[in-house]
């Protein structure tokens, strides 16, 4: 992906405000994991005025419950989930710092809206590919609610994660866009 647009987090709201819908990314740096489960204890820590397990501000947080790694490896598939199921806590995150989010599917019309006021995106993974995604991955620790199994907080170093901006912050939504380029 050359002509791709290379991030590494923590991102600024000055960053992500140049992405456009449709553009092609690449990330290398940290970023973490989480899903439903822990996005409902993140949201409950941070309306209880605690800290969350990671620094929102700037963070990228990918929708992955990864299977176990088998022998040599750092983690096993990878694959987005659905990201709909954080739509509920989304827009708290976001208004605490969270500047990029990585999944599949659509988001819900709050989220977007969090999205183009806190300046922050959602780049859409390769779904179904989730042994290459995993290759993208050089290191993976779990940080946070390792009762929750595949689905506990995971710091996770990446290198050239392959990631298309599916809303920006300017209201682009390649859901919408790419459907009325294939209209006739």
């Known amino acids: 992906m ?7 987090p923590p991102l600024s709201a000055e960053q992500v405000s140049r992405l456009k819908a449709g553009d092609r ?8 994991t989480g899903r439903d ?8 820590a ?4 605690e800290k969350p397990p990671f620094d929102l501000e700037g963070a990228v947080i ?3 419950g990864p299977s176990p790694p088998p022998p040599g490896r750092v983690i096993g598939a990878a694959g987005p989930t659905t990201s709909y199921r954080m739509d509920p806590f989304a827009p708290l995150l976001i208004r605490h710092g969270l500047k990029a989010m990585i999944g599949k ?10 999205m183009a006021e806190h300046k922050a995106v959602y780049l859409g993974a390769i779904g179904g590919a989730g042994a290459l995604m995993a290759q993208c991955i050089k290191e993976a620790e779990v940080i ?13 170093v990446v290198e050239d994660m ?20 294939y209209r006739r």
């Open 105 to 114: 599917g659509k988001r819900s019309e709050e989220v977007k809206k969090a």
């Open 144 to 156: 946070a609610y390792p009762e929750l199994g595949p689905e506990a907080v995971r710091r996770l």
């Open 46 to 49: 941070l309306e209880a005025g």
């Open 2 to 8: 050359s002509d791709a647009i290379r991030l590494t």
């Open 25 to 32: 990314v690449l990330i290398s740096g940290v970023i973490y």
């Open 37 to 44: 489960a822990a996005h409902k204890r993140i949201v409950q």
């Open 162 to 181: 392959p990631l298309i901006c599916v809303n920006d912050v300017h209201g682009g939504d390649l859901y919408q866009t790419g459907r009325q380029a």
């Open 62 to 64: 990918y929708y992955v």
